[in-house]
C-alpha cells in the first residue's frame, strides 16, 4: 500500500470555525508533511514531523496547528483562519533512507476555502 | 537547498521523447535531485533521483551532468496523460523539499 490519503476532500469554513484536516498513511513511513498550494503556485512547506515529533514548522501562524498522534496520522487543526488560508493542503510522508535521499508520497490534497 | 532553473514552459508530440532541462549550477556535493510531477488538481508524484549517476526507473531516465550543475528528465514516450507540471527539486540530509516554478509540460496529441 503506497497511498496516502486525505479527507475531507473538500472543506468549506468560516472565519470563526475550527475544523481539523486528517492525514494517513500505512507504508510505515516515520516523516510525515504538511504543503500548502495556492493556485497556480508551487506547494510550500508548512511543518514535519519526525519520529511523531515536530521537527520544521516554515514560521506557519498559529491558526494552524499540527497533531501526530501516531506514526499513521496526521492532523492539522484550524481556527481563525483568514480567506487567504484557502488553498490545497497536501499531506506526505517518507522514510528514512540514506542522508538525502527519500521519496516523498503525496496525498490528494483538501481543498479548503474560508469564507 | 540550492536552486533550479526550469524552463516554464514545454510541448512534445505525443509518442516522442519528452527531454525537461533543469539548471542547477550552485548544487551542493550532498544534494540529490529529485524530479516530480503534478497532474491538475492532484498531489505532486515522485518520479525519479539521482545524486551523480544516471538514473532509469519504469517512469523516466534522469541524465546527470559531470559536473552536476544540471541534468535533464526524459520521458522515453510521452503520452497524454503526461501533461503536468514538473518539478526539479534539489534536497540534501534536511528532506525538506523546496519547490520552484517548475515546467508545464503539454503532450500534443
Known amino acids: 500500500d503506497t497511498e496516502v490519503t486525505q479527507t475531507p476532500k473538500h472543506l468549506v469554513m468560516g472565519m470563526t470555525n475550527k475544523k481539523s484536516l486528517k492525514c494517513e498513511q500505512h507504508?510505515?513511513?516515520?516523516?510525515m508533511y504538511w504543503y500548502k498550494q495556492k493556485a497556480k503556485k508551487p506547494p510550500e512547506l508548512m511543518f514535519v514531523?519526525?519520529?511523531?515529533?515536530?521537527?520544521i514548522n516554515e514560521s506557519v501562524p498559529s491558526r494552524f496547528s499540527p497533531e501526530c498522534p501516531n506514526s499513521s496520522l496526521l492532523n492539522l487543526h484550524l481556527h481563525a483562519l483568514q480567506p487567504e488560508d484557502s488553498a490545497l493542503y497536501l499531506c506526505a510522508s517518507s522514510s528514512f533512507g540514506l542522508a538525502g535521499s527519500y521519496e516523498q508520497y503525496f496525498g490528494p490534497g483538501t481543498r479548503l476555502t474560508v469564507t | 537547498d540550492a536552486k533550479t532553473t526550469q524552463p516554464p514552459s514545454m510541448d512534445c508530440a505525443e509518442g516522442r521523447a519528452a527531454n525537461l532541462p533543469c539548471n542547477h549550477s550552485t548544487i551542493s556535493g550532498n544534494e540529490y535531485v529529485y524530479w516530480y510531477r503534478q497532474i491538475h488538481s492532484q498531489g505532486p508524484q515522485y518520479i525519479i533521483h539521482g545524486l551523480k549517476n544516471n538514473e532509469t526507473n519504469e517512469m523516466a531516465s534522469l541524465i546527470i551532468t559531470e559536473d552536476r550543475k544540471s541534468s535533464t528528465l526524459i520521458l522515453p514516450h510521452a503520452t497524454l496523460r503526461d501533461t503536468a507540471v514538473y518539478y526539479c527539486i534539489l534536497s540534501g540530509s534536511a528532506r525538506q523539499l523546496t519547490f520552484g516554478s517548475g515546467t508545464q509540460l503539454t503532450v500534443l496529441p
Open positions: 514531523y519526525s519520529y511523531e515529533k515536530l521537527s
Open positions: 507504508m510505515g513511513h516515520r516523516a
